[in-house]
């Protein structure tokens, strides 16, 4: 039974079919779910006049701050399971592989869309499917909805 499972999202209203499976999965199991969003590494913000607006590490600082009050929204989706936000900066295969490790994961869940087959071959979710060392659940969104791997 999986204790630690960890939810990588992109930044995207995630899928209600997928929060509901995996709220229902945390609960029945009495597991602790931690969402991670992996963003890219920024770089300094440069106006029009060549002055540096922002630092990569303010940049950095700013993105983790709004990115952490977006999963708090996820958060509220999941009532009734211990829920913790985690955001990563880098490539996302890497950084999911990673936090994985870091948290303990017993399982990592994502949400795929309703694409053709040949398509998930080279995409992220794919991606964490072959590497992980852990189970993976890729889990199909509704017909109707958007925001997966």
Same mark, same amino acid.
């Given at each position: 039974?999986?204790?630690? *499972?960890?939810?990588?999202? #992109?930044?995207?209203?995630?899928? %209600?079919?997928?929060?509901?499976? $995996?709220?229902?999965?945390?609960?029945?199991?009495?597991?602790?779910?931690?969402?991670?969003?992996?963003?890219?590494?920024?770089?300094?913000?440069?106006?029009?006049?060549? #002055?540096? $607006?922002?630092?990569? %590490?303010?940049?950095?600082?700013?993105?983790?701050?709004?990115?952490? %009050?977006?999963?708090?929204? *996820?958060?509220?989706?999941?009532?009734?399971?211990? *829920?913790?936000?985690?955001?990563?900066?880098?490539?996302?295969v890497?950084?999911? +592989?990673?936090?994985?490790?870091?948290?303990g994961?017993?399982? *990592?869940?994502?949400?795929?869309?309703?694409?053709?087959?040949?398509?998930? $071959?080279?995409?992220?979710?794919?991606?964490? /499917? #072959?590497?992980?060392?852990?189970? $993976?659940?890729? +889990?199909?969104?509704? #017909?109707?909805?958007?925001?997966? /791997?």
């Amino acid at each position: 039974m999986a204790k630690r *499972i960890l939810v990588p999202l #992109r930044q995207t209203q995630p899928p %209600d079919s997928f929060l509901a499976a $995996v709220g229902d999965l945390a609960r029945g199991a009495g597991a602790t779910v931690r969402l991670l969003h992996v963003a890219p590494i920024p770089s300094n913000l440069v106006n029009d006049e060549g #002055r540096v $607006v922002a630092y990569s %590490d303010q940049e950095m600082a700013r993105l983790d701050a709004e990115t952490r %009050d977006w999963l708090e929204t *996820i958060v509220l989706a999941l009532d009734g399971a211990p *829920i913790e936000p985690a955001v990563r900066f880098g490539e996302p295969v890497e950084e999911i +592989l990673a936090e994985a490790d870091a948290f303990g994961a017993d399982l *990592i869940a994502m949400p795929v869309g309703l694409r053709p087959r040949f398509r998930f $071959v080279g995409g992220i979710a794919a991606q964490v /499917y #072959r590497r992980a060392e852990i189970p $993976v659940a890729l +889990l199909r969104a509704g #017909r109707h909805e958007a925001g997966a /791997y």
